[in-house]
């Protein structure tokens, strides 16, 4: 089982600030994909990727996968509140009988107006 | 109705009491999972289900029982919970369990407290 370190733990900034967190393993990642749950709500899927060395933009957010494919980072421009909410990075790995998906501890953002 | 959709929302039991949580979901989806989400740690795999079938099950104490009478519904019953049994229980459901980039499909979970 892949351990997920994700990092800061807690982000609190201002709206309109940029912010960057992490996403770090010892092991290769075969894929890796982002998820935002919101509170009261269950995560939701921003993003997968593949590649080392792919970037992916979505909005204001830039996914970009190491090389080695060993960490992943989520970048945000000019957050704003609708930002807040939990962030998880999830690794893919072969079970007994399937993949599974192993999530990090996650990163709370909150986006202050 | 889309998506996947859990309830009940809120679910407050007593250590001898015997309650069901239900997960239903309306995306054409062959694999279900249960997830145990608590403060200060990562999301825990609980159970696999792939086209009924249990695939997965990830060292969980027997007081916790799952049910997929088919690949639409889930069920979780819970007997003689301990305290340490409250948390977030989400279910989730993905167009199979092999495929490694098979995103998974979350519904808003159930926050069990157990007194």
């Known amino acids: 089982t892949q351990l997920l370190e994700q990092s800061p733990q807690f982000l609190s900034i201002q709206e309109g600030e940029n912010l960057t967190v992490y996403c770090n393993s010892s092991s290769v990642f075969s894929s890796l994909q982002w998820y935002r749950q919101e509170p009261g709500e269950g995560p939701v899927l921003l993003v997968t990727?593949?590649?080392?060395?792919e970037v992916k933009k979505l909005k204001r957010l830039t996914f970009q996968f190491g090389d080695a494919r060993k960490d992943s980072s989520l970048h945000i421009t000019a957050a704003q509140p609708g930002d807040t909410g939990l962030y998880l990075c999830?690794?893919?790995?072969?079970?007994?009988?399937?993949?599974?998906?192993?999530f990090g501890k996650g990163t709370k953002l909150s986006v202050i107006p | 109705e889309t998506g996947v959709t859990q309830t009940p929302r809120h679910l407050v039991m007593g250590m001898t009491n015997k309650k069901s949580l239900k997960c239903e979901q309306h995306l054409g989806h062959n694999a279900m999972y249960w997830y145990k989400q608590s403060a200060k740690k990562p999301l825990e795999l609980m159970f696999v289900?792939?086209?009924?079938?249990?695939?997965e099950n990830n060292s969980v104490p027997s007081r916790f029982s799952p049910e997929c009478p088919n690949s639409s519904h889930l069920f979780l019953h819970l007997h003689t919970l301990q305290p340490e049994d409250s948390a977030l229980y989400l279910c989730?459901?993905?167009?199979?369990?092999?495929?490694?980039?098979?995103?998974?499909?979350f519904g808003n979970g159930t926050r069990l407290t157990v007194t």
């Open positions: 990727v593949v590649t080392g060395g």
């Open positions: 999830a690794s893919s790995y072969s079970g007994a009988g399937s993949y599974q998906l192993t």
């Open positions: 289900y792939s086209l009924e079938e249990r695939v």
């Open positions: 989730a459901s993905s167009q199979d369990s092999q495929g490694r980039y098979s995103p998974l499909h």
